[in-house]
């Protein structure tokens, strides 16, 4: 049952705020903490506007570096997404939810304030994963969604994920026109704003996952959160699916004492390793800070990239639905093009862009039946899904296809994939004001290299790809990606040869030597 709080704010204070001088509406990207300014002015840095959500460094005690925003700057960004959500024409009901984080709820307070000034009716579920923010848009019914979240970005991050068109989130244009709305401070604050809290929803979504959902197998199943938000779901959610559930960093705490909880890091994969060969498990899962994304590691302790997962679970979904389309992105393996058991399934796959938003948007234009990220974000439609990227949906799906491959273990299952040899995805730090440039001038060397014929890792150029940075494929298949992060100060490397070791580690070094003429490029966060 929700609870109704009497708020309305006042026209006649809504009046006087916006005869007041705009520079206090206006926000800045310089002001400092511990001053008068930081209390009165809104801070907000253009660069944390990314290509489809909001990130922004906000700080905690412990850190000595600037921050990006201020709880004024998230009212003005409150104030600018209720704007936009108005100008386009949705109904003004939104949904709002936060993650574990020391400073979240606070963040989310004042980005409920600026919605409230611009009319929209908050609807508040409290400490959420993104893809329950998602998911109380259809229970709601509601066209809108602002998720509080810094998803798997270290502690004294925060951002948001916002969306007015379920089960889609925003895109370039839309974060171009918020972040116009926003630095300009544009905002109509036409007032009429509510609040709802909505109780227990955590409960509906729980629900709502197992629903008429029960495996038979026996499945062990090692469930890691890297003391993140979805330590205070996944368990439970597996347990009531059927699984014996060894919890590995569940506890709720938002200093991430033991490592970030990223199932794209080898850190976490490496525990989720330790973990399940110590207790025998079947399988080991690992969510990341907004359970919007799911790692895996076999019976045998390997630790299967998520496209290689992806490639499983398309094998097992193609199997049960004839004609079947996929969609993945540019950072995933060759074998959803080139494996014979989709081929003979009839199976088709489309490339496309890196992120969240992309493929969602991608996966619902081709009414797809699923898309696959290198990053574990997988997108489900009906039956199995709504559209959006949900990391238990995903554990759900896997532990289904164990419960329906009863004489084959993850190992059996991941052997039976062709070789092909991969990279983590590698991520060297270059700023943010720095990181398309760099992308665009690796993208001309490239370019020039094919052009003249110049050879890479000893073998012409066949192929580049340019829908998302740059994949630069050789004469034997083995190709190397280079992209901007787009919710870091990063890039991204990935490289994957279906030949040797040797031809893999070739490529990284070729395509590293490319990216070392650039001096804004720093050290990686990981390699192989």
């Known amino acids: ?108 307070i004042a980005l409920t304030q600026g919605l409230m000034a611009a009319g929209a009716q908050v609807h508040d579920i409290g400490l959420a994963l993104s893809p329950m923010a998602y998911f109380a848009q259809f229970a709601l019914d509601l066209p809108s969604v602002a998720m509080v979240t810094a998803s798997h970005n270290e502690n004294g991050w925060t951002g948001v994920k916002m969306g007015c068109e379920r089960p889609l989130t925003f895109g370039p244009d839309e974060m171009s026109a918020l972040k116009q709305i926003v630095l300009d401070g544009d905002f109509d604050l036409v007032g009429g704003g509510s609040y709802q809290f909505v109780e227990n929803f955590r409960q509906t979504y729980v629900d709502d996952l197992v629903a008429n959902k029960r495996i038979k197998r026996k499945l062990k199943v090692v469930a890691a959160c890297g003391n993140g938000t979805a330590g205070a779901f996944a368990p439970e959610v597996l347990e009531r699916l059927g699984c014996e559930v060894v919890p590995l960093d569940t506890e709720l705490d938002f200093s991430f004492p033991r490592y970030n909880p990223n199932p794209e890091d080898m850190e976490m994969l490496h525990a989720i390793r330790d973990k399940v060969l110590e207790v025998g498990a079947n399988v080991g899962l690992g969510f990341d800070g907004d359970g919007d994304r799911c790692g895996v590691v076999d019976n045998e302790g390997n630790e299967i990239f998520a496209d290689k997962v992806g490639v499983m679970l398309a094998r097992d979904i193609a199997g049960q639905h004839g004609d079947a389309q996929f969609v993945v992105d540019v950072k995933s393996t060759g074998l959803f093009m080139t494996d014979e058991d989709l081929k003979a399934k009839g199976a088709r796959t489309d490339y496309w862009k890196t992120g969240h938003s992309y493929i969602k948007r991608r996966v619902k234009e081709l009414n797809a039946i699923a898309g696959f990220e290198k990053s574990g974000h997988f997108f489900f439609n009906p039956p199995i899904g709504r559209g959006y990227d949900d990391g238990l949906i995903t554990a759900i799906a896997v532990c289904e296809m164990l419960d329906r491959n009863t004489d084959q273990s993850m190992a059996d299952l991941y052997r039976a994939l062709p070789v092909t040899y991969g990279t983590p995805t590698m991520s060297p730090h270059c700023d943010d004001d720095k990181k398309y440039g760099v992308v665009e001038r690796v993208t001309a060397d490239f370019t020039d290299m094919r052009d003249r014929k110049e050879a890479i890792a000893g073998q012409q150029i066949v192929d580049l790809v340019t829908v998302n940075g740059i994949r630069v494929t050789a004469e034997d298949g083995t190709w190397g990606l280079v992209r901007a992060s787009s919710n870091k100060p990063e890039l991204v490397v990935v490289i994957e040869s279906p030949v040797s070791s040797e031809r893999r580690r070739a490529m990284f070094e070729a395509v590293d030597a490319v990216l070392r003429k650039n001096p804004e490029v720093g050290a990686y966060n990981q390699t192989f």
């Open 1 to 108: 049952m929700a609870t109704r709080v009497a708020f309305r704010h006042n026209d006649a204070a809504i009046a006087a705020a916006i005869e007041s001088p705009s520079v206090f509406f206006k926000p800045t990207d310089d002001v400092s903490p511990n001053t008068f300014a930081f209390e009165t002015m809104p801070l907000v840095k253009a660069t944390g506007f990314r290509e489809y959500d909001a990130r922004w460094w906000f700080g905690h005690p412990a850190s000595n570096k600037a921050p990006e925003l201020n709880l004024m700057g998230v009212q003005a960004l409150g104030m600018g997404l209720g704007t936009l959500i108005r100008r386009k024409g949705v109904a003004p009901g939104i949904v709002v939810g936060h993650d574990f984080r020391s400073y979240s709820m606070g963040i989310k």
